[in-house]
Protein backbone atom coordinates (compact mmCIF):
# COMPACT_ATOMS: atom_id res chain seq x y z
CA UNK A 1 0.00 0.00 0.00
CA UNK A 2 1.16 3.48 -0.97
CA UNK A 3 2.16 6.27 2.14
CA UNK A 4 -0.04 8.55 0.60
CA UNK A 5 -3.54 8.27 -2.11
CA UNK A 6 -4.67 10.62 -4.15
CA UNK A 7 -7.57 10.39 -7.28
CA UNK A 8 -5.63 11.14 -9.99
CA UNK A 9 -8.46 13.22 -11.73
CA UNK A 10 -8.23 15.00 -14.01
CA UNK A 11 -11.01 17.56 -12.36
CA UNK A 12 -12.88 19.29 -14.99
CA UNK A 13 -14.52 22.43 -13.73
CA UNK A 14 -15.40 25.77 -14.95
CA UNK A 15 -14.50 29.01 -13.55
CA UNK A 16 -16.21 30.17 -10.30
CA UNK A 17 -16.95 26.39 -9.09
CA UNK A 18 -16.20 24.82 -5.35
CA UNK A 19 -14.02 21.68 -5.96
CA UNK A 20 -12.47 19.18 -3.75
CA UNK A 21 -10.05 17.05 -3.26
CA UNK A 22 -8.66 14.29 -0.52
CA UNK A 23 -5.95 11.89 0.11
CA UNK A 24 -5.22 9.20 2.26
CA UNK A 25 -1.95 8.25 4.17
CA UNK A 26 -0.91 5.13 5.74
CA UNK A 27 0.74 6.20 8.39
CA UNK A 28 -1.14 6.72 11.94
CA UNK A 29 2.06 8.86 13.38
CA UNK A 30 2.48 10.92 10.40
CA UNK A 31 3.04 14.94 12.05
CA UNK A 32 3.07 17.18 9.17
CA UNK A 33 0.89 17.57 6.14
CA UNK A 34 0.99 19.74 2.85
CA UNK A 35 -0.11 20.66 -0.58
CA UNK A 36 1.28 21.68 -2.85
CA UNK A 37 0.79 22.74 -6.09
CA UNK A 38 2.80 21.88 -9.64
CA UNK A 39 2.60 23.66 -12.92
CA UNK A 40 3.42 21.25 -15.86
CA UNK A 41 7.24 20.96 -16.21
CA UNK A 42 8.01 23.14 -13.65
CA UNK A 43 8.78 22.44 -9.80
CA UNK A 44 6.46 21.84 -6.81
CA UNK A 45 5.56 25.07 -5.04
CA UNK A 46 4.25 24.90 -1.32
CA UNK A 47 0.34 26.20 -1.28
CA UNK A 48 -0.56 25.67 2.34
CA UNK A 49 0.52 23.37 5.61
CA UNK A 50 -2.43 21.36 7.34
CA UNK A 51 -2.70 21.91 10.90
CA UNK A 52 -5.28 19.83 13.28
CA UNK A 53 -7.97 22.90 13.74
CA UNK A 54 -8.29 23.11 10.09
CA UNK A 55 -6.76 26.60 8.58
CA UNK A 56 -7.91 28.70 5.10
CA UNK A 57 -6.00 30.97 3.09
CA UNK A 58 -7.95 33.12 0.72
CA UNK A 59 -10.06 30.70 -1.46
CA UNK A 60 -8.38 27.63 -0.11
CA UNK A 61 -9.38 25.60 2.95
CA UNK A 62 -7.28 22.83 4.69
CA UNK A 63 -8.79 20.26 6.95
CA UNK A 64 -7.17 16.77 8.75
CA UNK A 65 -9.02 13.97 9.54
CA UNK A 66 -6.39 11.91 12.03
CA UNK A 67 -9.35 9.46 13.00
CA UNK A 68 -9.82 8.71 8.90
CA UNK A 69 -6.75 9.58 8.27
CA UNK A 70 -7.22 12.06 5.36
CA UNK A 71 -6.42 15.42 4.26
CA UNK A 72 -8.55 17.42 2.20
CA UNK A 73 -8.51 20.78 -0.08
CA UNK A 74 -11.30 22.72 -0.83
CA UNK A 75 -11.06 25.39 -3.16
CA UNK A 76 -13.92 28.05 -3.90
CA UNK A 77 -14.71 30.40 -6.66
CA UNK A 78 -12.01 28.57 -9.02
CA UNK A 79 -9.91 30.71 -11.45
CA UNK A 80 -8.02 29.55 -14.40
CA UNK A 81 -5.06 29.86 -12.83
CA UNK A 82 -5.58 27.27 -10.54
CA UNK A 83 -5.22 24.78 -13.04
CA UNK A 84 -2.30 22.78 -11.94
CA UNK A 85 -1.70 19.14 -9.94
CA UNK A 86 -2.18 19.49 -6.30
CA UNK A 87 0.24 17.21 -4.61
CA UNK A 88 -0.40 15.62 -1.01
CA UNK A 89 2.16 15.29 1.14
CA UNK A 90 2.80 13.72 4.26
CA UNK A 91 5.90 12.81 6.75
CA UNK A 92 7.03 9.72 7.76
CA UNK A 93 7.21 7.18 10.62
CA UNK A 94 10.67 7.68 12.65
CA UNK A 95 11.64 10.67 10.47
CA UNK A 96 10.04 13.62 10.61
CA UNK A 97 12.14 14.98 7.57
CA UNK A 98 11.15 12.54 5.48
CA UNK A 99 8.25 13.15 3.16
CA UNK A 100 6.09 10.73 1.19
CA UNK A 101 4.42 12.52 -2.06
CA UNK A 102 0.85 11.30 -3.67
CA UNK A 103 0.86 11.24 -7.20
CA UNK A 104 -0.81 14.29 -7.77
CA UNK A 105 -4.51 15.44 -8.69
CA UNK A 106 -5.33 17.08 -11.63
CA UNK A 107 -7.25 19.96 -11.92
CA UNK A 108 -8.38 21.71 -14.91
CA UNK A 109 -10.35 24.90 -14.50
CA UNK A 110 -12.39 25.62 -17.91
CA UNK A 111 -13.43 29.18 -19.11
CA UNK B 1 15.77 36.75 -1.70
CA UNK B 2 16.90 33.66 -3.96
CA UNK B 3 15.59 30.39 -3.74
CA UNK B 4 16.85 26.95 -4.52
CA UNK B 5 18.70 26.76 -7.46
CA UNK B 6 19.86 23.71 -9.35
CA UNK B 7 22.84 23.32 -12.18
CA UNK B 8 22.23 21.91 -14.86
CA UNK B 9 18.98 22.39 -16.09
CA UNK B 10 19.29 19.69 -18.54
CA UNK B 11 21.57 16.82 -18.54
CA UNK B 12 21.59 14.25 -21.24
CA UNK B 13 24.06 11.30 -20.94
CA UNK B 14 25.22 8.13 -22.66
CA UNK B 15 24.23 5.14 -20.65
CA UNK B 16 26.99 4.00 -18.72
CA UNK B 17 28.66 7.29 -17.87
CA UNK B 18 28.73 9.40 -14.55
CA UNK B 19 26.86 12.65 -13.91
CA UNK B 20 26.61 14.94 -11.49
CA UNK B 21 23.85 16.83 -10.51
CA UNK B 22 24.19 20.50 -7.99
CA UNK B 23 21.75 22.04 -5.34
CA UNK B 24 22.16 25.41 -3.85
CA UNK B 25 19.61 25.62 -0.74
CA UNK B 26 18.19 28.74 0.21
CA UNK B 27 20.32 30.70 2.43
CA UNK B 28 20.09 29.61 6.32
CA UNK B 29 18.32 26.58 5.24
CA UNK B 30 20.00 23.24 7.37
CA UNK B 31 17.92 20.63 5.76
CA UNK B 32 18.24 19.88 2.40
CA UNK B 33 16.31 16.84 0.54
CA UNK B 34 16.96 15.20 -3.05
CA UNK B 35 13.90 13.65 -4.71
CA UNK B 36 12.95 12.28 -8.16
CA UNK B 37 9.97 12.64 -10.23
CA UNK B 38 9.23 10.23 -13.14
CA UNK B 39 5.93 11.71 -15.40
CA UNK B 40 2.82 11.33 -13.99
CA UNK B 41 4.35 10.73 -10.48
CA UNK B 42 4.73 12.51 -6.78
CA UNK B 43 8.52 13.46 -6.10
CA UNK B 44 10.27 10.56 -4.55
CA UNK B 45 12.08 10.60 -1.63
CA UNK B 46 15.92 9.82 -2.48
CA UNK B 47 18.51 11.57 0.66
CA UNK B 48 18.21 13.69 3.54
CA UNK B 49 20.59 16.09 4.90
CA UNK B 50 20.92 17.73 7.87
CA UNK B 51 23.56 20.00 8.03
CA UNK B 52 26.60 17.70 6.37
CA UNK B 53 25.68 14.75 7.33
CA UNK B 54 23.10 12.23 5.36
CA UNK B 55 20.53 11.68 8.14
CA UNK B 56 18.39 9.52 6.32
CA UNK B 57 19.47 8.12 2.89
CA UNK B 58 17.06 5.39 2.77
CA UNK B 59 15.27 5.96 -0.81
CA UNK B 60 18.72 6.12 -2.94
CA UNK B 61 17.53 3.23 -5.03
CA UNK B 62 21.35 1.47 -5.58
CA UNK B 63 25.00 2.14 -4.39
CA UNK B 64 25.39 3.34 -8.22
CA UNK B 65 23.57 6.83 -6.48
CA UNK B 66 25.92 8.87 -4.01
CA UNK B 67 25.38 12.22 -2.44
CA UNK B 68 27.29 14.35 -0.54
CA UNK B 69 27.24 18.40 1.34
CA UNK B 70 30.52 18.45 2.58
CA UNK B 71 29.93 22.30 3.58
CA UNK B 72 26.23 22.19 4.60
CA UNK B 73 25.56 23.91 2.20
CA UNK B 74 25.76 23.07 -1.20
CA UNK B 75 24.95 19.81 -2.37
CA UNK B 76 26.14 17.01 -5.65
CA UNK B 77 23.89 13.93 -6.24
CA UNK B 78 26.00 11.51 -8.01
CA UNK B 79 25.05 8.61 -10.00
CA UNK B 80 27.32 6.08 -11.44
CA UNK B 81 27.28 3.84 -14.44
CA UNK B 82 23.75 5.42 -15.71
CA UNK B 83 21.38 3.39 -17.01
CA UNK B 84 18.11 4.78 -19.12
CA UNK B 85 15.85 3.67 -15.88
CA UNK B 86 17.40 6.70 -14.42
CA UNK B 87 15.98 9.17 -16.66
CA UNK B 88 13.60 11.42 -14.95
CA UNK B 89 13.63 15.14 -13.08
CA UNK B 90 15.87 15.35 -10.06
CA UNK B 91 14.66 18.12 -7.82
CA UNK B 92 16.42 19.52 -4.75
CA UNK B 93 14.78 20.61 -1.57
CA UNK B 94 15.53 22.88 1.62
CA UNK B 95 14.19 23.57 4.57
CA UNK B 96 14.78 25.37 8.17
CA UNK B 97 15.21 21.43 9.05
CA UNK B 98 12.45 21.58 11.94
CA UNK B 99 8.75 22.26 12.53
CA UNK B 100 7.11 23.06 10.76
CA UNK B 101 9.23 21.17 7.73
CA UNK B 102 8.01 23.20 4.98
CA UNK B 103 10.57 22.94 2.18
CA UNK B 104 10.94 24.81 -0.84
CA UNK B 105 11.91 23.27 -4.13
CA UNK B 106 14.47 24.35 -7.21
CA UNK B 107 13.53 24.14 -10.75
CA UNK B 108 15.01 20.48 -10.76
CA UNK B 109 17.57 18.64 -13.29
CA UNK B 110 15.65 16.69 -16.50
CA UNK B 111 18.30 13.96 -16.86
CA UNK B 112 18.02 11.93 -19.96
CA UNK B 113 20.01 8.87 -20.47
CA UNK B 114 20.41 7.37 -23.98
Known amino acids: RKEVEQDPGPFNVPEGATVAFNCTYS??????FFWYRQDCRKEPKLLMS???SGNEDGRFTAQLNRASQYISLLIRDSKLSDSATYLC????????????FGSGTKLNVKP | GAGVSQTPSNKVTEKGKYVELRCDPI?????LYWYRQSLGQGPEFLIY????????DSGLPNDRFFAVRPEGSVSTLKIQRTERGDSAVYLC????????????FGPGTRLTVT
Open chain 2, 93 to 104: ASSFGGPPYEQY
Open chain 1, 27 to 32: NSASQS
Open chain 1, 50 to 52: VYS
Open chain 1, 89 to 100: VVNGLYNFNKFY
Open chain 2, 27 to 31: SGHTA
Open chain 2, 49 to 56: FQGTGAAD
